[in-house]
């Protein structure tokens, strides 16, 4: 039981060749020089298959050891070139069901794909506030520093205050024996 290819083409119209969307072969089966001239087989093959196949309709059509099922959905066709020991059965199925679904690795990696998505926009939230925390830190320490030089300044008002009192004490005092000394002079002439 071989698959040795598995085509998606859009079906135009009576009059022009489907086109190809997808193309999917494996001819390692065959001999080095007849891959290219197989694969040229399938593309013919699938073209014409596809453009006899009515929308809605499923068919297989026996060439040699192979048979071409397919199954056009809407001008969308899916192919599959198999051996002919491959059930009709499970070619069809394969052909009519939504690869994500039947693929549990294609399933698995979307899964990862969407987890991937809510992590980076988990991380982008989280930048965002830690900046968001840098402006603050640094708005903080620019307020701790204000603090520091008002104390600072105040400190140094209250000591220009103290120094104040203290010169004008001492004023008062050598104005006051001055003073004295004056009156000693008086009393003495």
């Given at each position: 039981?071989?698959i040795?290819a598995?085509?998606?083409l859009?079906?135009?119209?009576?009059g022009s060749?489907?086109?190809?969307?997808?193309?999917?072969?494996d001819?390692?089966?065959f001999?080095?020089?007849?891959?290219s001239?197989?694969?040229?087989f399938?593309?013919?093959?699938?073209?014409?298959?596809?453009?006899?196949t009515?929308?809605g309709q499923?068919?297989?059509?026996?060439h040699?050891?192979?048979k071409?099922h397919?199954y056009?959905?809407?001008?969308?066709?899916?192919?599959?070139?198999m051996?002919?020991?491959?059930?009709?059965?499970s070619?069809?199925s394969?052909?009519?069901q939504?690869?994500?679904?039947?693929?549990?690795l294609?399933k698995?990696?979307?899964e990862l794909?969407e987890?991937?998505?809510?992590?980076h926009?988990?991380?982008d939230?989280?930048?965002?506030?830690?900046?968001?925390l840098?402006?603050?830190?640094?708005?903080?320490?620019d307020?701790?520093a204000s603090?520091?030089?008002?104390?600072?300044l105040?400190?140094g008002?209250?000591?220009?205050s103290?120094?104040?009192?203290?010169v004008?004490?001492q004023?008062?005092?050598?104005a006051?024996?001055?003073?004295?000394s004056?009156?000693?002079?008086?009393?003495v002439?």
């Amino acid at each position: 039981m071989k698959i040795t290819a598995l085509l998606v083409l859009k079906c135009t119209g009576e009059g022009s060749d489907p086109v190809i969307l997808a193309n999917a072969s494996d001819v390692s089966h065959f001999g080095y020089f007849q891959r290219s001239s197989v694969k040229e087989f399938v593309v013919f093959v699938g073209r014409t298959v596809a453009k006899r196949t009515p929308q809605g309709q499923r068919q297989s059509v026996q060439h040699e050891e192979y048979k071409v099922h397919t199954y056009n959905r809407n001008g969308l066709c899916a192919l599959g070139f198999m051996d002919d020991h491959y059930p009709i059965r499970s070619a069809f199925s394969l052909l009519n069901q939504d690869p994500a679904e039947a693929d549990k690795l294609l399933k698995i990696q979307r899964e990862l794909d969407e987890t991937k998505i809510i992590l980076h926009k988990t991380i982008d939230s989280v930048l965002a506030r830690g900046e968001k925390l840098d402006s603050l830190v640094e708005k903080s320490s620019d307020l701790s520093a204000s603090s520091q030089i008002t104390d600072v300044l105040q400190t140094g008002q209250e000591n220009q205050s103290v120094l104040y009192h203290i010169v004008s004490f001492q004023d008062h005092q050598y104005a006051a024996s001055s003073l004295e000394s004056c009156s000693d002079m008086e009393t003495v002439g």
